[in-house]
């Protein structure tokens, strides 16, 4: 689709603008948001409870699927696609708006074939540290974790975040 075509060039001049824009460290919220492909969720859906293991309150980790992912039940898991974007950049969506409004002081991006999606959403949280899986074609990453079992990025993820907010 044309449309598709050009929210994807405009996704990826955004995403180099708010790259610049960025501020390492900026935020010292507790908040996390995971920001998954729907071709990654299959593999990396577990991430979705990895707030019990980061030592965080459930409603301080937010759930951000990019694509569509059929059957699932859970209703705190937002799914957006580029549907959900408008021409000029801007969120249709009101609950991705309403919660990129939140301060994030953590966001873990585990993207695939909806990569440009999934960095812009994670740039837009604005959040202060972001980490996730390889490879970051547009090395927005603070963190890239070289791992593609996921049992084993997530332990990654949970020593790292520790590391992060120097907890033991």
């Given at each position: ?57 459930e409603n ?34 009101k609950d ?10 953590s966001a ?61």
């Amino acid at each position: 689709m044309i449309t598709n075509k050009i929210k994807s060039v405009q996704l990826k001049k955004a995403i180099e603008k708010l790259k610049q824009k960025r501020q390492f460290g900026a935020n010292i919220s507790n908040r996390v948001l995971l920001v998954v492909s729907e071709d990654n969720f299959e593999n990396y859906g577990s991430l979705q409870n990895l707030w019990k293991s980061l030592g965080l309150h459930e409603n301080a980790y937010d759930v951000v699927i990019c694509g569509n992912v059929r059957d699932i039940d859970d209703k705190d898991l937002l799914q957006i696609s580029l549907k959900d974007l408008s021409l000029d950049g801007e969120f249709k969506n009101k609950d991705l708006s309403a919660l990129l409004e939140n301060e994030f002081g953590s966001a873990i991006v585990i993207s695939g074939e909806e990569t440009l999606l999934s960095n812009y959403v994670a740039l837009r949280s604005g959040a202060a540290f972001l980490m996730g899986k390889s490879p970051d074609p547009f090395s927005i990453l603070d963190l890239e974790i070289f791992e593609n079992d996921p049992s084993l990025l997530e332990a990654e993820l949970i020593r790292y975040y520790k590391i992060l907010k120097h907890k033991k």
